[in-house]
């Protein structure tokens, strides 16, 4: 039952109007959530599933719902196997979801999808720079994001009007970016460093931690008066291979400090003993 009302929410939304919409939009929405609330009664993922994420995603797509469509198309994608695509079907879904990516809101971790195999039917060819400009966006690299402007102003009508908002997630991401780059117990980060590192005044970084607190993209607190920011959690995200070695570094410092507390500790035990004594 569920496998055939997906079909027909499939047939609805190829019937459109002159303005490329489907002509029963609000018929389809209505028998998404219905179909939806059945599948979600359901104790193990199939066939139904797939189906149905496939035309849950066609429909956000018409709707232009950028976060929805990416949580949609991504789930689909889990369900389906890849073979059953066409190539040229690859391309599409990797494109969209990129532009989704970067256009959904609230859509900050891109964690999935840069590990999704989808992605790879767009390497080495003439698209693969936005799957870059998404790991440059995705690691809060913004002078290495900034070389893709240019091409991603030019791909979509959506994204040359939403550069804003893109560049306001990218200062959320430089920011979460900045603090992961601490150590849990030095991320005392100063306005003025963010402003630089964010490409942004200095009087704007109280919004921007604001945004990425109310987003929990972070945890932590302003100290105004010493224009300084504690954070003390970053939401985990998907790391590139550059972010992994700045972990490692890390851990490895951690550990050298770890090994000349112990060896002071045994160089001192004696001492200390003979002073109990």
């Not at 009302?5 to 047939?11: D, Y």
Request: net charge negative.
């Amino acid at each position: 039952m569920t496998r055939l009302i997906s079909g027909e929410i499939h047939l609805y939304l190829l019937d459109l109007n002159e303005n490329g919409q489907c002509k029963e939009m609000d018929l389809v929405r209505n028998m998404i959530g219905e179909t939806e609330e059945r599948l979600n009664r359901l104790l193990e993922v199939g066939p139904v599933h797939t189906a149905f994420y496939k035309v849950s995603a066609a429909y956000q797509r018409q709707v232009g719902d950028y976060a929805a469509y990416y949580v949609e198309a991504l789930r689909y994608l889990g369900c389906e196997d890849l073979e059953n695509l066409k190539m040229t079907e690859r391309e599409e879904y990797a494109l969209l979801l990129c532009v989704a990516a970067l256009l959904g809101e609230g859509v900050y971790n891109f964690g999935e999808l840069l590990a999704h195999p989808i992605l790879e039917a767009l390497m080495g060819g003439p698209k693969e720079w936005i799957v870059n400009a998404l790991y440059a966006l995705n690691a809060g690299d913004w002078n290495e994001f900034d070389k893709f402007k240019g091409k991603l102003q030019d791909e979509a009508v959506d994204i040359s009007a939403n550069m804003k908002l893109i560049e306001e997630k990218l200062r959320l991401l430089c920011l979460m970016e900045m603090a992961a780059r601490h150590p849990p117990k030095q991320r005392n980060l100063s306005f003025a460093n963010i402003a630089k590192t964010a490409h942004l005044e200095e009087d704007q970084v109280e919004l921007l931690v604001m945004k990425a607190l109310a987003n929990d993209l972070i945890k932590g607190h302003i100290d105004q008066i010493s224009q300084i920011v504690n954070i003390t959690w970053v939401q985990p995200r998907a790391l590139s291979s550059e972010q992994i070695t700045a972990i490692e570094t890390r851990l490895n410092e951690w550990r050298v400090e770890v090994n000349k507390k112990e060896k002071l500790m045994e160089e001192n035990a004696s001492d200390i003993i003979i002073a109990c004594k």
